[in-house]
């Protein structure tokens, strides 16, 4: 339920606060008091389009918040929670919007988007003005008061689930039939890329070791080059292992004196052993490196042929590879799309006959409910004084067979509003008054069941009187017993019957004018009926008239 409204500085109203009960609140006021303007407002928080000239004169800014006590409302927590905007059983709905026209807009103190708030404000609040009545002419809306009705949430999902799969199936194949020659080129084209790179039978780490032997082929005279040099270093008259036998034999000498350097000597003769044996290595060395003319272009010849592949495959050559497996892939895939398409053919033939059987089930609920449904909203004009009025709600099958989402009927609400006219559908009833009427016998009917805790009537009333507003009253306070109902009326019988009661009044002072909403006692119910009822002079009848309709 809504639990609390506060305005600041919109249009004429500079400060608004107020509280909310459980049932049905009314809301009344003298024409051009500003009753528009509260609707206004509400319709502004819940994301309406706005113009920069609802802010106040002489303000920065105007700014709404709504709050919606969500304990019962499990569609609403689920969807605040997987947004990340919980608070526990609240949630706030608030717009502020500048004098320059912009807005932010926010759901439990966290910045949103408006499309945000029109999602969450589907589940908490549904508007009824004389232009939302509209919205009963829409097959959408029609088709899911009629599911809510018939508690078939679980078999609509499924029919949408399965119409979307048989759909996705659908397009998977149409895609893979309507790009056979696309996909013949490409074919093409990847058979005489991947027979190129066959015949070139590039090798895990190939690249990387032809590039290693290129480095020592090419510089066989340099590498010759550095061993003679190393050996004519270890063969000269002052060569390391001649110094060091010269060394160890000095070292020899001095022994008997000091015999801690019998060690040294022995690391010095070491030391010239490890010399030679170096040297011999290096000898060995010289001796294979032969030049190999041959062999280096043939090295060459192989690297210039992996660099040029790799270009013209547009990867390097270390990735060719990796790049011939990755095109036999898709060679594989392409050689596997007529297998592909029997399978999904397959597939499409089970999902539709899954999707026909329960569609089949959602058609039967929707006809059981449909038929009740009907009775009930006939039997509740005749309550609203539409003698002769009538309601069936129709299931249409649709033109199209394959499998739709929302089943394999269109729903249609058709009423008759006078004796002996035909049924016609909602869309070209031209009264607003018997807009109204249906709308609010619909909503009667299936109140206890629809999921929205908040309905806001603006002037519900429109274009009736006399013992048909009594009528009307008498649904509203219905209405009210199963849910928060907001009226927003000009009719005394409504304004009586409400559990709560809200004016409207718009101050001047000559200077500024400002409007305001108030709650009213007892004493100031009976005034305001009594104006409602006798105008603006409020005589004694009016006021006895007024207790009356209260008591």
């Given at each position: 339920?809504?639990?609390?409204?506060?305005?600041?500085?919109?249009?004429?109203?500079?400060?608004?606060?107020?509280?909310?009960?459980?049932?049905?609140?009314?809301?009344?006021?003298?024409?051009?008091?500003?009753?528009?303007?509260?609707?206004?407002?509400?319709?502004?928080?819940?994301?309406?389009?706005?113009?920069?000239?609802?802010?106040?004169?002489?303000?920065?800014?105007?700014?709404?918040?709504?709050?919606?006590?969500?304990?019962?409302i499990s569609y609403a927590k689920m969807w605040l929670a997987e947004h990340d905007y919980a608070s526990d059983d609240e949630c706030i709905i608030r717009r502020v919007i500048t004098k320059e026209g912009k807005s932010r807009s926010y759901i439990n103190g966290q910045p949103c988007t408006l499309q945000q708030i029109k999602e969450i404000a589907q589940f908490i609040i549904h508007m009824h003005g004389q232009h939302q009545h509209q919205q009963l002419s829409k097959r959408d809306y029609q088709r899911e008061l009629l599911d809510h009705y018939a508690k078939i949430d679980d078999l609509t999902v499924l029919v949408q689930q399965l119409a979307s799969q048989h759909q996705q199936l659908q397009q998977e194949i149409v895609r893979l039939q309507t790009t056979n020659a696309e996909q013949q080129a490409q074919f093409d084209l990847l058979s005489y890329q991947v027979n190129e790179l066959n015949e070139l039978g590039?090798?895990?780490?190939?690249?990387?070791?032809?590039?290693?032997?290129?480095?020592?082929?090419?510089?066989?005279?340099?590498?010759?080059?550095?061993?003679?040099?190393?050996?004519?270093?270890?063969?000269?008259?002052?060569?390391?292992?001649?110094?060091?036998?010269?060394?160890?034999?000095?070292?020899?000498?001095?022994?008997?004196?000091?015999?801690?350097?019998?060690?040294?000597?022995?690391?010095?003769?070491?030391?010239?052993?490890?010399?030679?044996?170096?040297?011999?290595?290096?000898?060995?060395?010289?001796?294979?490196?032969?030049?190999?003319?041959?062999?280096?272009?043939?090295?060459?010849?192989?690297?210039?042929?992996?660099?040029?592949?790799?270009?013209?495959?547009?990867v390097t050559p270390d990735a060719l590879v990796e790049h011939h497996q990755e095109l036999i892939n898709e060679l594989n895939a392409l050689s596997n799309v007529d297998e592909a398409i029997i399978q999904l053919e397959n597939d499409l033939q089970i999902c539709e006959k899954q999707y026909q059987t329960v569609a089949k089930k959602l058609t039967d609920a929707r006809q059981k409910a449909a038929t009740i449904l009907s009775t009930k909203i006939s039997e509740k004009i005749q309550e609203l004084n539409m003698q002769g009025g009538k309601c069936e709600?129709?299931?249409?099958?649709?033109?199209?067979?394959?499998?739709?989402?929302?089943?394999?009927?269109?729903?249609?609400?058709?009423?008759?509003?006078?004796?002996?006219?035909p049924l016609a559908s909602l869309a070209k009833v031209a009264s607003g008054g018997e807009l109204s009427r249906l709308s609010l016998a619909i909503h009667v009917v299936t109140a206890a069941v629809m999921s929205t805790p908040v309905l806001v009537f603006d002037e519900v009333d429109v274009g009736i009187g006399g013992i048909t507003a009594a009528k009307v009253a008498k649904q509203l306070d219905a209405l009210g017993?199963?849910?928060?109902?907001?009226?927003?009326?000009?009719?005394?019988?409504v304004a009586a019957t409400g559990h709560q009661h809200l004016m409207v009044v718009k101050h001047s002072d000559g200077q500024t004018t400002e409007t305001t909403l108030s709650k009213l006692d007892q004493q100031q119910r009976v005034e305001e009926i009594a104006r409602m009822l006798g105008g603006e002079k409020i005589t004694d009848e009016a006021i006895a008239n007024a207790t009356s309709l209260l008591s």
């Open positions: 339920m809504l639990t609390q409204i506060t305005i600041n500085n919109f249009v004429l109203i500079k400060h608004l606060s107020i509280e909310l009960n459980q049932g049905l609140i009314v809301v009344t006021g003298e024409s051009g008091a500003g009753k528009s303007i509260i609707m206004d407002a509400l319709h502004s928080a819940l994301g309406a389009r706005i113009n920069n000239d609802v802010v106040r004169t002489g303000a920065e800014k105007c700014d709404i918040s709504l709050h919606f006590d969500i304990t019962e590039v090798q895990e780490n190939e690249y990387q070791q032809l590039d290693q032997q290129h480095k020592q082929l090419s510089t066989v005279d340099e590498q010759l080059a550095h061993c003679q040099s190393a050996i004519n270093a270890l063969e000269s008259e002052y060569s390391c292992s001649k110094q060091l036998y010269t060394a160890r034999s000095a070292i020899d000498m001095l022994t008997n004196s000091y015999p801690h350097l019998k060690q040294v000597g022995e690391s010095l003769e070491q030391a010239a052993i490890l010399t030679d044996e170096a040297q011999k290595d290096i000898e060995h060395l010289l001796q294979s490196i032969e030049p190999d003319p041959e062999a280096l272009q043939a090295v060459e010849q192989r690297l210039s042929n992996i660099h040029s592949t790799a270009r013209k495959h547009h709600i129709h299931l249409v099958k649709r033109e199209e067979s394959r499998p739709h989402i929302h089943g394999n009927e269109i729903i249609e609400i058709m009423v008759q509003t006078n004796p002996g006219m017993q199963h849910t928060q109902v907001i009226c927003i009326t000009h009719l005394p019988q």
